[in-house]
Nanobody, 122 residues
Framework: VQLQASGGGLVQPGGSLRLSCAAS????????IGWFRQAPGKEREGVSC????????YYADSVKGRFTISRGNAENTLYLQMNILKPEDTAVYFC????????????????WGKGTLVTVSS
């Protein structure tokens, strides 16, 4: 199983980025699949997730209305569209997959990809 995150970079405040997480060795629509992030000196936190059982989506309060999660089943890829980025969104972003209704539960994720760095700065 491999989760490959990409799309990070440097962006100015107010800008946008789209993260991708390409999966191999598992079907994303069988898992709770989502994004976590870890800023320097802080714990890893859940950002957004799609549950496999009902396709419900979840967002951290800090990103609601700005970020949109989606899943491309044909390409087996997870996306995170990030708009109106703020300096506090600066972090390494990780995609993760877990079996069952375990969205946003860090310790319940079974598979993790390597992170992609997002830096929001002028």
């Amino acid at each position: 199983v491999q989760l490959q995150a990409s799309g990070g970079g440097l962006v100015q405040p107010g800008g946008s980025l789209r993260l991708s997480c390409a999966a191999s060795g598992l079907a994303l629509d069988d898992y709770a699949i989502g994004w976590f992030r870890q800023a320097p000196g802080k714990e890893r936190e859940g950002v957004s997730c799609i549950n496999s059982t009902d396709d419900n989506t979840y967002y951290a309060d800090s990103v609601k209305g700005r970020f949109t999660i989606s899943r491309g089943n044909a390409e087996n890829t997870l996306y995170l569209q990030m708009n109106i980025l703020k300096p506090e969104d600066t972090a390494v972003y990780f995609c993760a997959a877990g079996w069952g209704p375990v969205c946003m539960v860090h310790d319940a994720m079974d598979y993790w990809g390597k992170g992609t760095l997002v830096t929001v700065s002028s």
